[in-house]
């Protein structure tokens, strides 16, 4: 391999791996009205982490469970704050414009959930698409 090869490798990965950083950041930052939801039971802030086509589903209490966004929104407005709620990112992949992320919570309205988000980048904003999940049992 070329001195010039090896330069256009490099230089591609460095590019490539400041792009990923940066999108990392963005999503992180895209899901803190998720999460601070969850904290402070505002269903108005979590709404504007979601796409007006988001599809929410997962079980609660063992009961299969499938929800809009609006919907979604009234259930945090109605079940109120967790101000004890601990979460952690496990993960965030980005492939472009989509990205999936796990989000662990502990003491969310008593329950330990596990969160899988699919998101998608639109003019150059990231939102949810949509959310499956399981409430494991409460705590």
Same mark, same amino acid.
Request: no cysteine; aromatic share 6%; hydrophobic share 30%.
């Given at each position: 391999m070329s001195n010039? +090869?090896? &330069?256009? @490798?490099?230089?591609?990965? &460095?590019? %490539?791996?400041?792009?990923s950083f940066g999108e990392y950041k963005a999503i992180v930052e895209a899901l803190q009205p998720y999460i601070k939801s969850a904290n402070n039971g505002d269903g108005n802030l979590v709404r504007t982490a979601f796409y %007006? !086509?988001? !599809?929410?589903?997962? +079980?609660? %209490?063992g009961t299969f469970r499938e929800l809009d966004a609006d919907s979604f929104k009234e259930f945090i407005n109605k079940n109120g704050e967790s101000p004890?709620?601990? !979460? !952690?990112?496990?993960? @965030?992949d980005i492939s472009g414009p989509a990205a999936a992320a796990k989000i662990e919570f502990i003491n969310w309205l008593g329950f330990r959930f596990t969160d899988y988000l699919v998101l998608y980048k639109k003019n150059g904003k990231w939102k949810i698409s949509s959310k499956v999940y399981n409430a494991h049992a409460r705590n």
């Open positions: 010039e +090869s090896k &330069k256009e @490798i490099t230089k591609e990965t &460095k590019v %490539d791996e400041t792009y %007006d !086509h988001a !599809h929410i589903v997962g +079980s609660l %209490d004890k709620v601990e !979460h !952690h990112i496990a993960w @965030i």
